[in-house]
């Protein structure tokens, strides 16, 4: 009897030590994976970190940029208005040399030279506003598509899902060629663009990439998620631009977005352009806008041309 209950206190013992091993064990094992989990969080969350860092950077510049722009573009229109005035002032001028020879009806040698020599100076005055606004047209026109460029930088106009390029094709004002690119050294054609794929980092979302822009390489090193890589051609231009947004193990997934027309295709089209008007509201996709200021009421007097002599 004796001999069987310490055998059976036995049994009890080593069943209890096992039991613990078994929890502790278990415990252990939990241990690890919440701090695995917890290591992942933390990574994603700093790589995250490290994204809106680079975002807000690029807004920074971008909104600079489009204020520089605006005001230069604000200072043409105002030396336009101005010049748009005086070509005015100079044809109502000639207007009336025109109906004051209609009233007198003759005019003597010394008059009619001198009339002459008037018109002569008026014309060459207008061919000078006519190259003049020609001139500032061209500016205008370059100002613009600065501004369109840096206005999609800074809206973010970048696609971060097959979805949102749909959405960005459907507007039609560019091209757009989505790619998918496996780490290699061999080239591959997307578009206008031959890419190679280098390096990813999948954990701190940025990668490595090459290219052949006019038969030149170019190399692009540590480029972040979302990071839109601007390519202009030699020959002026719009820009095309590449966007990565999904990044893998040793693959990439992006697009392309090229300029729907070339310059040399809106110059041959004959399309004029419309001058930018002092009244033009402001662009609803840019809220930063400043609208433009009103002309001024009153125009500064404008010098009349010296009357000649009337005949005696």
């Known amino acids: 009897m004796e001999e069987n209950r310490e055998h059976q206190e036995i049994q009890n013992e080593n069943g209890w030590q096992s039991g613990a091993a078994g929890i502790s064990r278990w415990v252990l094992i939990g241990g690890v ?14 790589s995250q970190q490290i994204a809106v860092g680079h975002l807000s950077a690029q807004q920074s510049a971008a909104s600079a940029t489009i204020d520089q722009l605006q005001g230069q573009l604000n200072a043409v229109t105002t030396k336009l208005n101005d010049m748009v005035a005086v070509q005015q002032a100079a044809a109502q001028a000639e207007e009336q040399k025109k109906a004051q020879a209609a009233a007198t009806g003759k005019r003597g040698a010394p008059a009619d030279k001198r009339y002459k020599e008037l018109k002569a100076q008026l014309e060459d005055q207008g061919k000078q506003l006519k190259d003049t606004q020609d001139l500032v047209t061209k500016n205008r026109a370059d100002l613009e598509t600065s501004l369109t ?18 959405v960005l094709q459907k507007r039609g004002e560019r091209n757009y060629f989505e790619f998918d690119l496996s780490k290699s050294k061999q080239f591959q054609r997307f578009g206008p663009l031959t890419l190679s794929l ?115």
Request: charged letters at 20%; proline letters at 14%; zero cysteines.
């Open 33 to 46: 994976a919440l701090l695995l989990v917890a290591g992942l969080a933390f990574g994603y969350g700093y």
């Open 198 to 312: 280098r390096r990813t980092d999948a954990k701190h979302m940025n990668y490595d990439l090459s290219m052949v822009v006019d038969d030149n390489r170019l190399d692009k090193k540590r480029v972040n998620l979302y990071e839109p890589i601007w390519i202009h051609p030699e020959t002026g231009g719009q820009p095309v631009q590449i966007v990565v947004n999904k990044i893998g193990r040793n693959t990439a997934h992006g697009y392309i977005s090229s300029p729907k027309y070339r310059e040399s295709e809106l110059a041959s089209s004959g399309a004029p352009l419309t001058p930018v008007s002092a009244t033009t509201p402001a662009d609803p996709n840019r809220p930063n806008q400043q609208p433009d200021q009103p002309p001024p009421t009153q125009q500064p007097p404008t010098q009349q041309p010296p009357q000649p002599p009337q005949p005696e």
């Open 149 to 166: 460029s840096t206005k999609d930088e800074l809206n973010g106009s970048i696609a971060k899902t097959h979805e949102e390029l749909v």
